[in-house]
């Protein structure tokens, strides 16, 4: 049918008149027929040089924040650090220990975690066919990815458990893909972190870009988690030392932490007013916090600031006309509306390597690394020589200092200590609530995943 | 005496002239208000001689004795034959002819004569809606044609109205139908791109109604296929009134009245709603303190009716003068219009000034042009409405009767005032009195065309058309509202907003037309037809914060200018189309039609799709066997079948893409926005439609019948992708939606005279089903609830379906909510969802009953809607079980559980308690309803009386609209819908504004 378009445009060339009516106003064919979007470009043209390269690899950390948010309400406000106070479902479903497959907040930080996926493994495929790329900058694009890959999987592996484990675009087979073993996949995130190892800026504008040290300290992290302590500290000690890292030290005062880029920070998100964090859907922290206070800090963790935070009570405020009903008044403040969210700060170094010699017996070592951190909150001194209450003082110190940065779930959880502690706190904790579930329509639309829900939903 | 003889015989001759013939005279009237007419012809039967009436309607007429009837007849007018008696004075009134059967049908690309219509085709002309208060021209629609539902989302003035034909075809795509105003297919959804919770604009508001001429309705295969591409949903043709041969007449018309909510929520005050938060406190835990710190003080004196503080009586006026007339040379018709109505919620309110103009000009026998022209500019002044927290309407039925809009001063209460209410309630009487929000929009429809004859049966013709529409929302939310004072993370210190937006479509449409007859009884006429279209869209828009106070309102004075974009974006038609006709003998007709459209919404290898039609009529009362049946006057049966497409899911969408993002640390950035399908498609309707036109009694009675099947494929989808893909779902063409229907038009004149009474009765059957889809996997729309979401779209069920737990009552023993346990596995969870209902009525339609006597008229006018269910989504706020105590309660709350024992089906009262308020059957209800929609009592006076004062028409009416609803629902009124617009997610109501009712004065003066 081409054919009658070429017939007419001679037709129309033969009678210029018509031609200069039709085709002069509109001009012809192609353009009414193949306009260029303004606002996207295609697959072939995102990443054909190292120029466009950049782009891709910076949208990356857009991924990352999105990630960052939420993961910090799993990691609060599944365990007594945060509670809901509004009427959105997903957050009173967190809040009452009672989540749905279907919940908002769990598919939220699947999809995220899996979109940061996709841009990962197309330009792991993607950017060894450029010709122009220099080995050392490809070698520092790839330690990107994959250390965002391995930071993805960290955070969904203690969500959610065994995982779907992605490592390429094809949309076919990711479609349905069946759940690795834990275990697996933490294995693949060593991986990809020990391949990262070494590969990136040791010193980067600012610690809102992946650093040496951020890969050093989520390898720390990561030990720390699998309960290898030898491991744990030894990454621990080389970021404290300096060791091809830069050069971190620990705010004076802890008012400074919670400013942007401030000394001990590692890595942080960074959020400017351009990101409008009232109106945008990925969380803006201050504005559940804050603004609309969806979700306030327990009491229990709030008896916890008061007594034993010292300068860290300056998170969270009070204000008595807010505590009506069963609102307890309290305010989450330590999120501004543009401020950068910590994600590793250099205080959680020195508490996983307190943890990581109490648990090697190397006791006065671990007790002088948490007197460090509370020292500085201006809280006493403790002097301890039993292994077991040093780690319970070390517990109960990740989660003041740590409060409010996505850490307090997961500790109890790799330190088994979530029953206990929970159980104290509501009688609706369960089994169920130490795994979120896989969202509902992953069930649904991924025939690998039916029936491999995650027990108790 | 030789010379008298002549004389004599000729006298003789002169009388015996005279015994033989008569003098006849007599007075022509019309039979409806009795005036005289003017030119009526009277002629003698079997002679070509005859009479005109005079100035008074008077005749005089010689028969001779053989003579035995006279005919009267006049261009309008059913002719009558008379037969004489002998008598010497003959009065008659001549009736209106009604017979619909020869009215002409603008089809859009032509202009045919209704007996000769083949496809199925509705008129709605101005008459049926020139004294209705109507907003905009998809109003007039509203229960007056067949096969057409038109849904006003809200009470919002210039709001988004939904409009389908034949049901909804397209699950994803856009179910509303092409409107072609004169021959331009125009804007006929939201244009503002701002969000006010659901409270959309709408582009036909921006057109007066009384500029139109008529409406023709689209429904078949045969009568689409012309728009080919765009026509899968129906197609509604616009004509604007033209000018005429007549002496110019001037015409002005005026409306004015007011307009009040139907009626209002039912919400509990201060002390019953503090009893009952403190109930659910202590059933939560009874060791919880009942008292609600910092409330109990205010309460003893503050009770605030939410509702009457955000809504008023508001006004309604509108004036139009126009002129129409013409020669034979030019023909002209132009118009002016205000109108200005207020919403009843306080500071909405839309005003609107139009211009139209059209003109008909023969230069010569064979050469014609014209142009057509419509310019308007409106003030759309909006509140934020619906599911947003800040909404005025939704805030006032949350807002608890304890907090108060104003101080002790009188002043309204901000931000950091005390007792105001904060979040999420704020002040809602200062959420719609404060912020400005203002859209602006100028709308311009114009078109010149020239015609031109080189031979008699050959016509050339080509058509420049825009479509125009320039959008400017300017929009400032100062600090004492909830964005630009209460939530600092968004605005803290104002909060403004400055976006334009364009919308045009350029069209050339050049046809050729050849009538050719072989002889009288073989007629063949052709039309071919090339059309080219471009749409642009263009927009841009700034936000900013950080104002120096409130006297600082525009972005020049911004602290912060944060957020800002500017877009752009073609898509663009080329086409073919081409039109045989046929009739033999004048009694069996055919129709073939096709068009063949490029469309840029689709990848080059599935850019082009033709769309045929075919379609056969027999008029059967053309047949000898009927020609002399004195009852049935027309009688055509007509069959089409043939395929149309839908090509409305947004710009490329087949394309994959990458799109920039935020950027991070100063960084630009690139995100992966879509996945590609190459493949992707139009949707394909195939349609088959059989129906039959019949009119008896010289057209006093008439009906329309249309039966139809539809089976629409090639669905274009979003198909839900695994998130483990990165992508939530990809473009696609998948899946089958079926419509069948019946459709019933009667037309009837029940008494003629004295009094004479018309009767129009419509009604609509359609059964939508969705046939299949990508998966078996369900589609899930609507709000999120604990079993996924209120709406579900899934082969077997209609679209518009319900989703959730089936609840079955309240245990008297616990007052714990009973749901059925749908998979038996002895608890109650996400997989206990099953189909709780539906928004698709079992038939709806619509009443018209005038009644007319001397000049005096009433019209009635109900419309209906029968089996079709609604969400009351409001309640699982306001009936919410203690889920929360941040809003306020309706008074059914009061029959909670209490004791065991309570027999009710309102589960207990308790605090956080998530089980007792989840999304069930519970809040699903009947939304069936009989609406008297207008009802208007009208004046003409009498020709002598305006003759007096040298005018040709005056008239006075008084019209109600929306004056009472019966309907079951526990809502205030059961057509609304939250989500304008949507087809898989209807029928819901979640603090939308209900309709309103009207009384108003209207006055036409004709000069």
Known sequence: ?457 | MKHLLPLVFVFAFLSTLHAQQRAVTGRVTSAEDGTPLIGVTVLIKGKSVGAITDLDGKYQINLAPQDEALIFSFVGYLSQEIPVNNRPVINVALEEDIKTLTEVVITGYQTKEKKNITGSIVSVATEKFAEMPLMGVDQALQGQASGVQVVQSSGTPGGGIMVRIRGNSSISGSNRPLFILDGIPIEDGALSSRSFGGQQDNALATLNPNDIQSIEVLKDASAKAMYGSRAANGVVVITTKRGSTDKTKINFRMQAGMIEPVDKLDLLNSTELLDLFQEAVVNQNPENNPEIAGVKGVTDLVNTDWIDAVSRTAYLQEYQLSAQGGSNMTKFYVSGSYRDEEGVIHNNQFTRFTGTATLDHNASEKLRFGLNLSAARTLNKRIKGDNFLDGVYSGALQSLPWFSPYDEGGGLIAPGDVGYAGFPNFNPLAQAIEPRFDTHTTKLVAGIFAEYEPLSNLVFKTKFSIDDNQVQEDQFEPSTTAIGGFLESVGGQGYGIYSTSEFATLMNTTTAAYNYSINKDHQLSFLAGFEMLQRTSRSSNVQGILFPSDDFTYLTSAGLVFSGSSFKVNSGLVSFFSEVNYRLKDKYLFTLNARYDGSSRFGRDKRYGFFPAFSLGWRVSEEPFLQNNRIIEELKLRASFGYTGNERIGNFQFLEAWASSTAYNNLPTVVPVNLANTELQWESTAELNVGFDLSLYQGRLSVTTDVYHMETSKLLFGVTLPLTTGFGSIQGNIGKVTNRGIELGINARVIETPLTWDLNLNVSVNRNKVKEMATDEPIFSGYQTSTNSTHIVTPGQALGTFWGLKFLGVDPATGDAIYDDFNNDGQITEEDGQIIGNAQPDFAGGLTSTFNFKGLDLTVFFQYSYGNQIINFTNSNLLNSGQSIETNQVRKALDRWQKPGDITDVPRYELDNTFNNRFSSRFVEDASYLRLKTLTLGYTLPKGFVDRYKLSNARIYVSASNLFTLSDYSGVDPEVNTFDGSTASQGMDFFTLPPVKMLLVGINIGL
């Open chain 1, 1 to 457: 049918m081409k054919n009658v378009f070429t017939l007419f445009r001679q037709f129309t060339i033969q009678l210029p008149l018509i031609g200069a009516l039709l085709c002069g106003n509109f001009a012809c064919e192609e353009s009414v027929l193949e306009p260029k979007p303004v606002d996207r470009i295609t697959d072939d043209l995102v990443l054909k040089d190292v120029g466009s390269a950049f782009n891709v690899v910076n949208g990356l950390y857009r991924n990352f924040a999105n990630l960052s948010a939420i993961n910090i309400i799993a990691g609060d406000m599944s365990a007594d650090n945060l509670r809901h106070n509004g009427t959105f479902t997903q957050y009173i479903e967190i809040g009452t220990f009672n989540m749905s497959a279907s919940n908002g907040s769990a598919s939220a930080l699947w999809g995220t975690m899996y979109g940061m996926m996709f841009t990962v493994n197309f330009l792991i495929e993607g950017l060894p066919q450029l010709d122009d790329i220099p080995e050392s900058l490809l070698n520092e694009f790839l330690a990107t990815a994959r250390f965002f890959r391995a930071y993805g999987y960290f955070a969904g592996v203690n969500t959610y458990g065994d995982l779907p484990l992605v490592t390429s675009t094809d949309v076919e087979a990711n479609s349905e893909i069946p759940r690795t073993p834990a275990n697996e996949v933490l294995q693949f995130v060593e991986e990809d972190l020990l391949f990262a190892l070494n590969k990136l800026p040791t010193d980067p504008d600012n610690s809102g870009m992946l650093s040496n040290g951020a890969v050093k300290a989520l390898l720390a992290r990561y030990y720390l988690y699998r309960q290898d302590w030898t491991k744990a500290e030894q990454y621990a000690s080389e970021i404290i030392n300096g060791q091809n890292t830069a050069n971190y030290n620990l705010e004076s005062n802890f008012v400074d932490v919670l400013s942007d880029f401030s000394d001990e920070s590692i890595l942080e998100v960074v959020y400017s007013a351009n990101d409008n964090p009232g109106t945008s859907t990925n969380f803006g922290l201050n504005n559940l916090f804050e603004s609309r206070r969806e979700i306030i800090p327990r009491n229990e963790i709030i008896f916890e600031l008061q007594s034993n935070g010292g300068s860290r009570s300056q998170m969270i405020e009070f204000d008595a006309a807010l505590a009506v009903g069963n609102d307890n008044g309290w305010t989450v403040t330590r999120y501004g509306p543009f401020d950068n969210v910590q994600v590793i700060r250099l205080a959680e170094i020195y508490l996983i390597r307190a943890e990581a010699r109490a648990q090697q017996n190397k006791l006065q070592g671990g007790l002088s690394d948490l007197n460090r951190i509370r020292n500085r909150a201006g809280v006493p001194a403790l002097n301890l020589d039993n292994k077991n209450r040093l780690l319970t003082a070390i517990e109960e110190e990740r989660r003041v200092e740590l409060a409010f940065e996505g850490h307090r779930w997961y500790d109890l959880k790799r330190t088994n200590r979530d029953d206990a502690v929970m159980s104290a706190v509501t009688s609706n904790w369960t089994v169920k609530n130490k795994l979120w579930p896989v969202p509902q329509r992953e069930i649904s639309n991924n025939p690998a995943l039916a029936g491999d829900q995650n027990p108790g939903y």
